[in-house]
């Protein structure tokens, strides 16, 4: 086996892989025989002549088989101090995205469906990135809260999973290996938007973790990786043909808008706190006008995991507290509850405030230094920012914001410390970008529009917000509906 051989192969677009080349590939670069400068120069020629559809497939097996595959109990045992019962597990739903500016769904949307149980109890097993180019990773916005360990043993994730109802690691050495690497590379080698690559980074760490179904949250627009929703449509038709094929059911996905930020932070520890104030819950008040996108992302990707859970469901008991049969995968028809219905239990979930206590227990789980924790959530105001701000207060002609530019936004986040430029560079917790005003706002003289947060110099702050300032475009004539469609 010669690594050159490979590389060049792939970049002459010769012929393609064998199942076998790929597998001994990836292996020999688990196991450190293959450097990080071959493997590079492979992913950029994978960028340049991409792997079929059986390569792809084949890829993402070879990185989910690295490490372990999980296996989940089909009962748990509970046990009321006389009596140790035995049921069947809650059905264990999961959702990835393909990653964009401000995405920090995740954060919610885990506790969010896992304290749906009054409704449907389901488990969410999740395994999350870190911040990867432009965008940001949801393993680093949650290592903003102290003691918070993403990096849990197989038995340790599954108890979490067990006892809290959610979890959120990052691949290891022991699950995903292979993608915890890779990872890291693509982050720092521009070979992130790669349709093949996205789709194995993405579908094996859901089939290592091996719930029962996923819903995919694929972006599009120059924000995310697919600048076009036909490219961001091809890479969800690949990547749920995949979670089918390896029985993940049912693998659905969305097509969601990254042409502006999601929500009014961008960088770790301000999206924290940014879903820190919605996990409180009275989302309807007027002060959540700015995270209203990210919400209504939430509370529908929320109500599709609760409705698939269904697929899976045994035994249910039905609204009127009957005990329905068993609701037969493919049949959506007999599933108890609708997606309406689903959706809007999850928004009343979220309204009611409840999903904190969740949020809470599972960043304790999973280390979170308890004071600390406290005070992020009840105190957020007092954690503290970056050492250097600039803030820019509008001084033009009144008119209204056309266009907030994602990729220019997250450009600059990474270019004041919220992301990487080299692999495995500490990401500044404290550093980002906060907006007070939106695509689509109305902003007058002396509005505050954006602050910048950095921990590296003042000058740094200042060209920062100079380039924010440059790059959003405000005009006289007002912009109805600025957001692209979601589609599902
Ligand atoms: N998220 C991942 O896990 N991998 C990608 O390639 C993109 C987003």
């Known amino acids: 086996f010669n690594p050159v051989d490979m590389i060049a192969r792939r970049r002459a677009n010769q012929r393609e892989d064998t199942d076998d080349e790929l597998q001994v590939w990836i292996q020999q ?8 400068y071959q493997m590079a120069a492979w992913l950029m020629a994978v960028c340049f002549h991409p792997l079929s559809p059986r390569e792809t497939a084949t890829l993402t097996r ?3 088989e690295s490490g372990i595959i999980l296996d989940w109990p089909e009962e748990v045992a509970t046990n009321d101090g006389l009596l140790i019962t035995r049921k069947p597990r809650p059905p264990m739903v999961d959702k990835h995205s393909s990653g964009g500016v401000g995405d920090k769904v995740s954060l919610i949307l885990a506790p969010l469906v896992a304290a749906c149980d009054d409704l ?3 488990w969410v097993p999740m395994m999350a990135g870190r911040g990867l180019g432009h965008t940001g990773g949801t393993i680093d916005k949650l290592e903003s809260l102290v003691g918070y360990n993403p990096r849990q043993s197989v038995e340790n994730f599954q108890k979490i999973v067990q006892d809290v109802g959610c979890a959120i690691i990052c691949a290891t050495r022991e699950i995903c290996p292979a993608d915890q690497r890779l990872y890291a590379l693509r982050d720092v080698t521009s070979t992130v938007s790669s349709l093949p690559l996205q789709t194995a980074s993405i579908m094996s760490k859901k089939i290592a973790e091996h719930p029962d179904s996923i819903t995919l949250d694929v972006k599009f627009g120059h924000g995310s990786f697919n600048p076009s929703i036909e490219e961001a449509e091809r890479l969800a038709k690949a990547m749920v043909a995949v979670g089918e094929a390896n029985g993940l059911h ?9 042409n502006f930020p999601l929500g009014y932070a961008v960088g770790n520890w301000l999206e924290v706190k940014e879903c820190i104030e919605i996990l409180k819950g009275n989302v309807a008040d007027r002060r959540f006008k700015l995270s209203w996108d990210l919400i209504i992302l939430v509370v529908i990707q929320a109500g599709q995991m609760l409705y698939q859970s269904q697929y899976h469901r045994i035994g249910t008991t039905n609204e009127s507290g009957g005990s329905s049969s068993i609701s037969a995968p493919g049949e959506p028809s007999r599933l108890l509850y609708s997606l309406d219905r689903c959706t809007k239990h999850a928004y009343q979930v979220l309204d009611s405030g409840r999903v904190l206590e969740k949020f809470r227990q599972m960043m304790l789980a999973q280390g979170a230094d308890p004071s600390y924790l406290e005070q992020a959530i009840e105190e957020p105001n007092s954690i503290a ?4 701000v600039s803030t820019w207060t509008f001084e033009g002609t009144a008119g209204y914001i056309h266009d907030v530019p994602a990729k220019t936004i997250g450009d600059i986040s990474v270019t004041i410390g919220a992301g990487r430029i080299v692999a495995n560079q500490v990401v500044d917790a404290q550093a980002g970008l906060v907006f007070f005003k939106q695509v689509g706002d109305a902003v007058t003289a002396g509005d505050i ?3 910048v947060y950095t921990n590296q110099s ?9 380039a924010v300032q440059e790059a959003i ?3 006289a004539e007002d912009l109805p509906n600025p957001r692209g469609p979601i589609i599902t």
């Open 62 to 64: 070879c990185y989910a």
């Open 458 to 466: 003042q000058e740094q702050a200042d060209n920062a917000l100079k």
């Open 250 to 258: 049912p693998t659905t996905a969305f097509l969601t808008d990254m």
């Open 29 to 36: 670069y688990v196991q450190q025989k293959v450097p990080d």
């Open 120 to 122: 449907l109890p389901v």
């Open 473 to 475: 475009v405000i005009q």
């Open 449 to 451: 529009i954006v602050s």
């Open 385 to 388: 920012l970056a050492s250097f």
